[in-house]
């Protein structure tokens, strides 16, 4: 089994890349809190289509945030002929657990289906 959920606050502001006609994919980073440590742990996180729109709307760095997805490995070759690696977070469902900055309310949930991924 391949499942992952973490909750944070966005360390970055989210990315938004257009991979073609209705296909779009938000990068961002999220800290998540070590328990018992003042230390954070940092997980680069993609949302694909339907949610890197709305991600892109509505998060910015700062924002707290609960992710359930998948861990994705990938490796490649540098430039320079290194071999490199990383692990990144697939999203299935984002909920938005603080207003955006300056608006009141309470915690706003967006979930999603990550179609397509």
């Not at 209705?22 to 940092?42: K, P, Y």
């Amino acid at each position: 089994m391949n499942s992952v959920v973490l909750t944070g606050n966005l360390a970055t502001d989210v990315e938004v890349k257009e991979l073609g006609e209705d296909r779009q994919v938000a990068n961002f980073v999220l800290a998540v809190d070590r328990l018992g440590s003042e230390e954070a742990d940092f997980f680069r996180v993609a949302a694909w289509n339907k949610q890197a729109e709305l991600c892109g709307r509505f998060l910015a760095k700062g924002r707290r945030i609960g992710v359930d997805g998948r861990l994705r490995s990938s490796s490649w070759e540098d430039g320079d002929g290194n071999k490199r690696s990383a692990v990144e977070v697939v999203a299935h469902h984002v909920e938005f657990l603080s207003p955006p900055q300056g608006a009141g309310g309470s915690a706003q949930e967006v979930p999603f289906e990550a179609a397509g991924v």
